[in-house]
T-cell receptor, first 114, second 114 residues
Framework: ETGVTQSPTHLIKTRGQQVTLRCSSQ?????VSWYQQALGQGPQFIFQYYREEENGRGNFPPRFSGLQFPNYSSELNVNALELDDSALYLCASSVKDGGSAPLHFGNGTRLTVT | DQQVKQNSPSLSVQEGRISILNCDYT??????FLWYKKYPAEGPTFLISISSIKDKNEDGRFTVFLNKSAKHLSLHIVPSQPGDSAVYFCAASAFGVGNNRLAFGKGNQVVVIP
């Protein structure tokens, strides 16, 4: 069973640039969620995708957008990067309405905005 | 607004003794609670969960207690082992297990001293 994999592991961008982060779901999982973890904080929910559509969104501006592909992999796109976007971005997959199965997280992408 | 709160950011405990982590929540709609463990450079790993219809769930050395009236839950680890040294996150969701929108606390750093 392949777990959740994220790429790249680290990334440095300049303020105002755009970034795309990628995630491959755990096999058999049809739902992917993205979380932002700032330094010293817990993960914060960005949004969730199910069947290639956004299915819930947290308190993040529209410049945070995503995609889910037919193979359930996903992308997180952030436009017009700001210094406060520096954080660990976590992808998590699960089976929607899958009973007691909790979220399975990847190891994250560490984004630094300078 | 922090809906899930973990006070006492760090905890040191002797190997073999009990570790107790506390978590408070404010949203009365939360009905499913989880604990995640996180090692450096890794994503959070699911540890144990509890539904609001229960007040205790046990899995090996880990036990979670839920006090709904107080909006409080705790995680007990006994006996503590050096491998338990990690950051522990309390998380909660509304509308049951199938909902991937978790609200996390800021985490507790646990250090188990051999």
């Amino acid at each position: 069973e392949t777990g959740v994999t994220q790429s790249p592991t680290h990334l440095i961008k300049t303020r105002g640039q755009q970034v795309t982060l990628r995630c491959s779901s755990q096999s058999g999982h049809n739902t992917v969620s993205w979380y932002q973890q700032a330094l010293g904080q817990g993960p914060q929910f960005i949004f969730q995708y199910y069947r290639e559509e956004e299915n819930g969104r947290g308190n993040f501006p529209p410049r945070f957008s995503g995609l889910q592909f037919p193979n359930y992999s996903s992308e997180l796109n952030v436009n017009a990067l700001e210094l406060d976007d520096s954080a660990l971005y976590l992808c998590a997959s699960s089976v929607k309405d899958g009973g007691s199965a909790p979220l399975h997280f990847g190891n994250g992408t560490r984004l630094t905005v300078t | 607004d922090q809906q899930v709160k973990q006070n006492s950011p760090s905890l040191s405990v002797q190997e073999g003794r009990i570790s107790i982590l506390n978590c408070d929540y404010t949203n009365s709609m939360f009905d499913y609670f989880l604990w995640y463990k996180k090692y450096p450079a890794e994503g959070p790993t699911f540890l144990i969960s509890i539904s609001s219809i229960k007040d205790k769930n046990e899995d090996g050395r880990f036990t979670v207690f839920l006090n709904k009236s107080a909006k409080h839950l705790s995680l007990h680890i006994v006996p503590s082992q050096p491998g338990d040294s990690a950051v522990y996150f309390c998380a909660a969701s509304a509308f049951g297990v199938g909902n991937n929108r978790l609200a996390f606390g800021k985490g507790n750093q646990v250090v188990v001293i051999p």
